[in-house]
């Protein structure tokens, strides 16, 4: 029998899509819901399942900047055919993506029997949470945001894509979180700050569901309540990114910081109430 249910399944997208690029961690407030309805939230079919439906929110990046994600690829394929084209930006920011998801990819091997294990507590969830809000209000506040997209460099991919390990292996940090604090910490604008962080989730998280799809199919995760959540992901999260362009365009980060702060604390209270196991 599967261990999460299609209702549950159902729940459990919907909360994975509009969490996943916005900067509050999707996994910290999977593993919430997850606790509230009795899911064991260290269980090697829940693990895979919720890697599994970030698919459905990655291929609404993919279809939502269809027509970016074209651009750079034709020109990464032309760039590797011909010499002059290698000057385009395009054609290295390609390279640049690919480059800065290695250090998460080999993190996240080295590391998955911690982040299976003791890093999935709902304690670090809480606390990683709140210290993340912290970096999150910092980066907003002292960077210039005086960097569009055509500025960004290899160095600041290399940077930004770095910093998914934060949320790889803090759950609470978030990853969207991470990403972006840093782009505002090298004086990105804020939307090009989103979009970097877009662009980088693309081949680690599309990635870490591939892998874990294996797994969470021979563990108990059935193929129903998988293909539900990551279709109702994959319609949220649409919405969601959609959302946020506009809202970065002209607000700060504050009204995510302070989320962020009173879910971490609520947390903590539920732990210590007995209310949720860690």
């Known amino acids: 029998m599967s261990a999460i249910s299609i209702g549950q399944a159902v729940v459990l997208g919907a909360v994975e899509g509009v969490t996943e690029f916005l900067p509050v961690s999707s996994t910290g407030h999977l593993k919430i819901v997850e606790g ?3 899911i064991p939230v260290d269980d090697d079919a829940v693990i895979g399942f919720s890697a599994v439906i970030q698919v459905g929110a990655i291929a609404a990046v993919l279809v939502y900047f269809s027509k970016d994600i074209a651009r750079i690829m034709s020109a990464w394929v032309r760039g590797l055919r011909d010499r002059e084209e290698r000057y385009h930006h395009d054609y290295k920011f390609a390279w640049w993506v690919i480059c800065a998801n290695v250090p998460i990819v080999l993190v996240g091997l080295a590391a998955k029997p911690l982040i299976k294990g003791p890093l999935a507590s709902l304690w670090v969830v809480a606390g990683s949470l709140i210290v993340g809000s912290g970096v999150m209000w910092v980066a907003d506040r002292t960077g210039r945001h005086k960097r569009g997209e055509d500025d960004t460099s290899f160095k600041d991919a290399m940077l930004v894509g770095g910093s998914q390990i934060l949320a790889l292996l803090f759950p609470g940090f978030s990853r969207s979180g991470a990403t972006m604090s840093t782009a505002l910490l090298l004086d990105l604008d804020r ?12 081949p680690a998280l599309t990635g870490a569901g591939l892998y874990e799809l294996k ?7 059935g ?6 959540g990551t ?11 959609a959302w946020l362009l506009k809202f970065v365009a002209k607000h700060s980060f504050n009204a995510f910081v302070i989320y962020r702060i009173v879910i971490g ?5 539920l732990l210590g109430a007995g209310v949720l196991q860690s």
Not at 223 to 228: N, Y
Not at 231 to 241: G, H, K, Q, R
Not at 265 to 269: A, C, E, R, S
């Open 36 to 38: 509230l309805m009795g």
């Open 223 to 228: 193929a129903a309540p998988l293909a539900a």
């Open 265 to 269: 604390v609520l947390l903590f209270g």
């Open 191 to 202: 939307v090009a700050a989103t979009r970097l962080s877009f662009f980088l989730g693309i």
């Open 215 to 221: 797994d969470a199919l021979g563990t108990g995760a």
């Open 231 to 241: 279709l109702v992901s994959f319609v949220v999260a649409y919405a969601s990114i």
